[in-house]
């Protein structure tokens, strides 16, 4: 604001004395020190940090162009609607004083200057007015702007707790099932190995003595380590998720991955029995997506990705569409090749689309 109010100043002012000099060459040296002490005072107004200086020199200011339109020339009286804004400005008075303050210096005015000093006072308050604005808007935006970086490092730190919690939470999952597979191992199995363990001891004391007793302790002990074998496949057969959760899980990870890492509009839908897919089915259609992924962020420029699997009669649908540039001329890259040669190790095939953005299907045989 200092700046524009100096340069106003210093536009009035070399009109002044340009129209001084115009109308009377023979203006004597007050002239030149007058203007030169003005523009001292004025520059040093924005030397000082503090308001109260400012409001002084800036008080001086106005009483001196007054004192200068008085005792030298009227013309210098053109001066004080900037000076007037300048006092305002500095005491904080609302705006609408502003003006009120430059009018009410009109009774004061010699009427031959009266138009050319309501021109001043006009472009004057209509320039620092709109800088004013502007400045005001300016620091809104800049603490808007600080608002902001504030909100977004807060949200930064808050994604890395929730991060590091999710980590946590993952490794005390896993930390959970192991300690649950265990201890029904332990349960389980722990106990009808140690059955099976005491019916073979007696059985080998009894074997001399009473071969039947020790033929039936055996027989036991046979019954007890099938019931135990038996109920470890069940313990480990729990454990172990199916084929189908695994994939839909691993293909929903993709996705949630795309959509948190790329900005990206990743959607993922499934229609059939999923349970008729075996896990070589699943790898190729994991890798063939992953393959349609990265060619649609690399060349298609697509904003949002989607994912379909379907179980039909005798065939799994697969298929990786995009809404971005597709392509008028499906060229087969090393890419689509490699999805064709792992389609092709089960008997299925690979069709690309580039008619609507760029879409990839791989079918497989059930």
Not at 60 to 72: K, N
Not at 116 to 137: D, H, M
Request: proline share 4%.
């Amino acid at each position: 604001m200092d700046f524009w109010i100096i340069s106003n100043k210093t536009a009035v002012l070399a009109y002044v004395i340009a129209i001084t000099f115009f109308l009377a060459p023979s203006a004597d040296a007050w002239y030149i020190l007058v203007s030169l002490f003005y523009l001292i005072l004025n520059i040093s107004i924005p030397i000082f940090k503090k308001t109260g200086p400012k409001q002084l020199l800036s008080i001086l200011s106005a009483a001196f162009v007054i004192g200068c339109a008085l005792l030298l020339d009227p013309l210098f009286v053109l001066l004080l609607p900037v000076n007037l804004y300048e006092v305002a400005w500095l005491s904080g008075w609302k705006k609408i004083y502003t003006p009120l303050l430059m009018l009410a210096t009109i009774p004061f005015i010699p009427t031959s200057f009266l138009p050319a000093y309501l021109l001043a006072a006009f472009l004057s308050l209509l320039l620092l007015a709109n800088v004013r604005i502007a400045i005001e808007k300016s620091a809104k935006w800049e603490a808007e702007a600080e608002s902001m970086r504030e909100d977004l490092q807060r949200l930064n730190r808050s994604l890395s707790e929730n991060k590091e919690y999710m980590r946590q939470s993952e490794y005390t999952i896993k930390l959970e099932e192991r300690n649950r597979i265990s201890q029904q191992i332990h349960d389980d199995i722990g106990h009808a190995m140690a059955g099976a363990l005491i019916q073979m001891e007696a059985s080998k004391r009894l074997l001399a003595i009473d071969p039947d007793k020790s033929s039936e302790l055996i027989g036991n002990a046979i019954s007890i380590s099938k019931e135990g074998l038996e109920r470890i496949r069940f313990t480990l057969k729990d454990a172990k998720p199916r084929s189908e959760e695994l994939g839909i899980h691993r293909l929903r990870l993709i996705v949630d991955e795309l959509s948190a890492k790329h900005s990206v509009d990743a959607t993922l839908a499934h229609d059939g029995d999923l349970e008729s897919i075996t896990p070589i089915h699943w790898k190729i259609i994991q890798e063939n997506a992953i393959e349609s992924i990265t060619n649609s962020l690399k060349y298609g420029k697509a904003s949002g990705i989607h994912i379909e699997i379907k179980v039909l009669n005798k065939f799994i649908k697969s298929v990786v569409s995009d809404n971005g540039i597709g392509a008028d001329k499906v060229v087969k890259g090393l890419g689509i090749v490699g999805m064709e040669e792992r389609a092709a190790t089960v008997g299925g095939t690979v069709i690309a689309d580039g008619t609507k953005g760029f879409s990839v299907t791989t079918l497989l045989p059930c």
